[in-house]
């Protein structure tokens, strides 16, 4: 067992309704349980950030399933690393939706996906996630 996490962005192709996003984490949970694959995915229209913990093979399996899925694009891997425990240990995928005026300027998924630059900050990215998860949104 060699415990990891994987962060990544990417952009949706479609205009993601409660009902879009409900379904997609309706497809998700039950294969993260299956694998033990813990986190939190936010929704920053039109952005998607995700984190994924678990066994090093499970998240990279997760991460390649994620990547295929046509709903969205530009999917880019921001930071994959060993931990030692998970932080969102209790959900098999937490969700929220987040408006750009609600975080700092600083975490401008824009401007990464212009400059590339947005990789530097993950412990930006990390914080994000962090401060939403005791906030799943359904
Ligand atoms: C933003 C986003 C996040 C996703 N998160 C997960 C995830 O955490 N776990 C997972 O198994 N699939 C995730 N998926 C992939 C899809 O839900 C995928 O349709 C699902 O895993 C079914 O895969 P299958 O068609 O190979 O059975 C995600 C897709 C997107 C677009």
Do not use: W
């Amino acid at each position: 067992m060699s415990l990891h996490c994987l962060i990544y962005t990417s952009v949706a192709k479609q205009k993601m309704t409660d009902n879009c996003l409900k379904s997609l984490l309706d497809r998700t949970r039950p294969k993260n349980s299956a694998l033990s694959v813990t986190g939190m995915l936010l929704y920053i229209d039109p952005y998607f950030v995700q984190i994924l913990e678990g066994d090093l093979e499970d998240v990279c399996e997760t991460f390649t399933r994620i990547s295929k899925d046509p709903i969205h694009h530009k999917v880019s891997l921001i930071l994959k690393k060993p931990i030692t425990e998970r932080n969102f240990a209790n959900l098999a995928m937490g969700f929220n939706k987040v408006s750009e005026k609600d975080i700092d300027s600083f975490v401008s998924l824009e401007a990464f996906y212009k400059s590339e630059s947005f990789r530097k900050q993950s412990k930006e990215i990390i914080e994000l996630l962090e401060m939403f998860k005791n906030e799943t949104l359904f």
